[in-house]
C-alpha cells in the first residue's frame, strides 16, 4: 500500500500497512522538499499513538474497526523536533461502517509533582500559576512539564521543572510515583482528556519539611524561563484548602492519589 501526499510529491510506498494522506491545509509549504512531509509520520508523537492503537489493549486488537487513513492536519515544532501535532484518523467500525470520531491532538507524555511541605505543624502545597490562552485564565497548576518522547526520563524530568518554575532542588530518590499504585491494566498514567488528546500524565509526590521563612520566600517568587515566554508565579496554600482552589485536574487526581494510596499504607515513611 502507498501513502499519497496531497502535494506536489508522488506517491511512495511506506512500511505502515495503513494509508496516510496529507492534508492541503498543512502546515507545510505548498511544495515542501521531499523529506519533510514524512517528519510527522516519523515523529515520536505519531509512532507512539499508533503503537498504542495496535498493542495487545489497543482500539485495534480486536479487530472491529479498521483504519482506513490518516489525514496530517497541523504540526508545531519546538525547535528542530515536533511539539504537538494535530491530526485526524478515518477509523470505522467493521460491522456498521460507521465512522468513529478520530480528530487527534498528539502532544505525548508528561509529568507533574505534587509537592507537600510540613513547616511547624501545617502542610503546605507549593503551586505554580501560569498563563494559560487556550482557557484564557491565569491558572493555578502543579509543576508540570512535557518529555521528548516515551522513553524520556519521567522523575529526572519532574524535578527539572520544580528547579525551573519553583526554584527549589529536590532529591531524585525523595521522589513517589502516584500513579505506579494504578492498576498495570491502566498504563499506570493518567489520561486528562483522552477524547481529543493523546496527552498521558505521570504524577510524582514529593515531601519534605522545612522552616517558615523558606514558604514565605516561595509565596509570590516569580520564575520560570522568558526567553521561553514563561510567566510563572509560585503560590504556596494549605493542603487542606487546596481541593478548593484550582480547577486544575493535575491538582485534583494528585489529591486523590494521594489520600487513596496515604489511606491505604501504600506511601513509604516519610524521611526526616
Known amino acids: 500500500m502507498t501513502i499519497s501526499l496531497l502535494s506536489?510529491?508522488?506517491?511512495?510506498?511506506?512500511?505502515?500497512?495503513?494509508s496516510l494522506y496529507y492534508a492541503p491545509e498543512s502546515t507545510f509549504p505548498a511544495r515542501p522538499s521531499r523529506h519533510r512531509?514524512?517528519?510527522?509520520?516519523?515523529?515520536?508523537?505519531?509512532?507512539?499513538w499508533l503503537k498504542n492503537a495496535e498493542s495487545k489493549t489497543g482500539i485495534f486488537s480486536g479487530g472491529e474497526l479498521s483504519l482506513e487513513r490518516v489525514v496530517i492536519q497541523g504540526v508545531d515544532m519546538f525547535g528542530k523536533r515536533i511539539g504537538f501535532l494535530k491530526?485526524?484518523?478515518?477509523?470505522?467500525?467493521?460491522?456498521?461502517?460507521?465512522?468513529?470520531?478520530?480528530?487527534?491532538?498528539?502532544?505525548?507524555?508528561?509529568?507533574a509533582i505534587l509537592i507537600l511541605l510540613e513547616?511547624?505543624?501545617?502542610?503546605?502545597?507549593?503551586?505554580?500559576?501560569?498563563?494559560?490562552?487556550?482557557?484564557?485564565?491565569?491558572?493555578?497548576?502543579?509543576?508540570?512539564?512535557m518529555?521528548?518522547?516515551d522513553k524520556g526520563d519521567f522523575v529526572g524530568t519532574a524535578v527539572r521543572e520544580v528547579e525551573e518554575e519553583i526554584g527549589l532542588k529536590l532529591n531524585v530518590d525523595d521522589m513517589i510515583d502516584l500513579t505506579a499504585f494504578?492498576?498495570?491494566?491502566?498504563?499506570?498514567?493518567?489520561?486528562?482528556?483522552?477524547?481529543?488528546?493523546?496527552?498521558?500524565?505521570?504524577?510524582f509526590l514529593y515531601r519534605g519539611r522545612v522552616e517558615k521563612g523558606i514558604i514565605t520566600q516561595l509565596q509570590?517568587?516569580?520564575?520560570?524561563?522568558?526567553?521561553d515566554g514563561e510567566m510563572i508565579r509560585v503560590c504556596v496554600v494549605p493542603y487542606e484548602k487546596l481541593w478548593r482552589m484550582t480547577a486544575d485536574a493535575k491538582v485534583l487526581t494528585a489529591i486523590a492519589l494521594y489520600e487513596m494510596a496515604k489511606g491505604q499504607g501504600l506511601l513509604p515513611p516519610q524521611k526526616t
Open 119 to 145: 513547616s511547624e505543624g501545617e502542610t503546605y502545597a507549593v503551586l505554580t500559576e501560569q498563563v494559560r490562552v487556550p482557557v484564557g485564565r491565569f491558572i493555578l497548576e502543579l509543576p508540570a512539564g
Open 87 to 111: 491530526f485526524k484518523a478515518d477509523i470505522f467500525d467493521k460491522e456498521t461502517g460507521k465512522k468513529v470520531p478520530g480528530i487527534v491532538f498528539a502532544r505525548g507524555p508528561a509529568v
Open 147 to 149: 518529555l521528548d518522547d
Open 37 to 48: 512531509p514524512w517528519s510527522a509520520i516519523d515523529s515520536s508523537l505519531f509512532k507512539q
Open 8 to 18: 506536489t510529491l508522488p506517491p511512495e510506498p511506506f512500511a505502515n500497512p495503513h
Open 220 to 227: 509570590g517568587k516569580e520564575t520560570g524561563l522568558r526567553e
Open 182 to 203: 494504578l492498576d498495570p491494566s491502566t498504563g499506570c498514567r493518567v489520561f486528562p482528556s483522552p477524547g481529543g488528546c493523546d496527552e498521558e500524565i505521570s504524577l
